[in-house]
């Protein structure tokens, strides 16, 4: 074995963090222990944020260091067959790999084609298709949103391969014969939309005890309220939002599962003090929360995601940490635990080393006149204009979100639809402080911080079409 420790690197996808155990709140069980166990011997991040809060820009920003506004990824469009990046920037894995790593991802990818990443990539059992190739979409008996066609959540049926389980397989095969150092990521879409849990998971949790509300929050941006009415989630029953939330953590209780085969693979073949073991997911999601469901909101089930960091004899364990932190953090910090000097093209800090930022951000959307909330849908316009580009910034107390760019061009100030929060106020961020003369002074500040972040925004081409 290499005196350059490994890394694996368990990603998850739309996991929020309160679905862990480790992360929900006191009195609230959640069945994850294996996940629970890694907190416990490691380090758990409580404020880390994603950079977009859906798939493609938010991957590209952990794997480049950059934020939206420095790449020109802002949504999953980056994706499509003829977008192309102007300059693609160096990724960590592709740095690791010129230090003498291997780099492997075994399941979902989803960056922009043209972005070197990885040495070698399996994304088998990754693709949300892969669940219909053994059943009709049509004849499962799931919960379904009235403004979409997607599954929020449905019980796959008994005795069919579970396509993602061989992600699994997969990494456990890979784990038996490599000699290292190397770079394993398992991506696994879980639990994404469709959300389809196998058996025994589908019945893990008892729809009854979840609260199955869908109450809009008359006091949100104009940005969430139009989302929710996109949505149409106010159509929905009681009954039928408690299956989605019991079927979305007996979803998460699956990937437990997985990940505690893994880390026991690692046990056994004495890995554990030569891999570093990196846990967390692109963005969380809403599961009813004021109307909401899926992503594409900067509200705090969805904006924060869980990150848990073991290394045995050099982290500590049972560490919690509050400082904020965000997806652009993981290239440098993995570079500084590997004794590394990180690519200087690399933003973010190392975790472990640098102090604590003033802010963090985030930014969805390209606001151009084609635009649309769910793009590879097609569906959600912004009352006949184009879908906004959406900023946030957050310090350790306050949220500032606001659209600033529509149809191709800048906001105004008038129009750009401001939502402040006080989180020591407003823990669940339901109040819109914008307005309060008492908040006059911090509204100008933040508000002058985010317009500094994204003053000289990478503006790419527009012209890209479906895959």
């Not at 900067?298 to 073991?310: G, K, M, N």
């Not at 946030?392 to 500032?400: D, G, H, M």
Request: glycine letters at 8%.
């Amino acid at each position: 074995m290499s005196s350059l420790p490994n890394i694996l690197w368990i990603y998850a996808d739309e996991l929020r963090a309160d679905a862990l155990g480790c992360y929900a709140p006191d009195g609230i069980q959640r069945h994850t222990p294996h996940l629970d166990r890694l907190a416990a011997e490691g380090v758990r991040f409580d404020a880390c944020y994603c950079n977009a809060p859906v798939c493609v820009p938010s991957r590209t920003a952990t794997l480049t260091g950059l934020y939206p506004e420095e790449t020109g990824v802002y949504h999953n469009e980056a994706c499509w067959r003829n977008y192309r990046m102007a300059d693609p920037p160096v990724t960590l894995p592709v740095w690791l790999a010129q230090h003498g790593y291997e780099t492997v991802n075994l399941g979902k990818v989803h960056t922009p084609r043209d972005l070197p990443v990885w040495s070698r990539s399996d994304e088998r059992g990754a693709g949300m298709n892969e669940f219909y190739a053994h059943v009709e979409s049509e004849s499962l008996s799931g919960v379904r949103p009235p403004g979409l066609p997607l599954h929020l959540g449905a019980a796959y049926p008994k005795g069919l391969p579970y396509p993602p389980e061989q992600i699994t397989e997969r990494g456990l095969a890979y784990l038996r014969q490599v000699r290292g150092p190397f770079l394993l990521r398992l991506s696994y879409l879980q639990p994404h939309t469709p959300v389809l849990p196998p058996h025994p998971y589908a019945e893990l949790y008892e729809p009854a005890s979840f609260d199955g509300s869908v109450r809009p929050n008359p006091k949100a941006s104009a940005f969430e309220r139009r989302f929710v009415e996109v949505l149409e989630s106010s159509a929905m029953a009681t009954e039928a939002v408690q299956r989605a939330q019991a079927y979305y953590h007996g979803l998460v209780s699956w990937l437990d599962a997985q990940v505690g085969r893994v880390l026991d693979e690692l046990a056994l073949l004495d890995l554990e003090r030569d891999t570093i073991v990196l846990f967390e997911s692109d963005h969380g999601t809403s599961l009813g929360d004021g109307g909401r469901f899926q992503k594409q909101t900067f509200a705090y089930e969805v904006h924060r995601v869980p990150r848990l960091a073991r290394w045995a004899g050099q982290l500590a364990q049972g560490q919690v940490r509050s400082d904020i932190c965000e997806g652009v953090d993981i290239p440098r910090t993995l570079c500084h635990l590997l004794g590394l000097a990180p690519h200087a093209g690399f933003g973010g800090r190392a975790l472990f080393r640098d102090p604590e930022p003033a802010a963090v951000y985030g930014t969805i959307g390209y606001g151009l006149p084609d635009s649309r909330a769910f793009p590879n849908l097609g569906i959600g316009d912004d009352q006949g204009r184009g879908w906004p580009r959406r900023a946030c910034l957050r310090t350790a107390r306050f949220r500032l979100d606001k659209s600033v760019r529509r149809d191709g061009q800048p906001l105004g100030d008038v129009a750009q639809d401001p939502f402040l929060v006080d989180r020591a106020l407003d823990p669940h961020e339901t109040q819109n402080r914008a307005s309060d003369p008492a908040y006059v002074g911090v509204l100008a500040e933040l508000d002058a911080q985010l317009d500094a972040h994204i003053r000289d925004s990478v503006e790419p081409p527009a012209a890209y079409t479906l895959p």
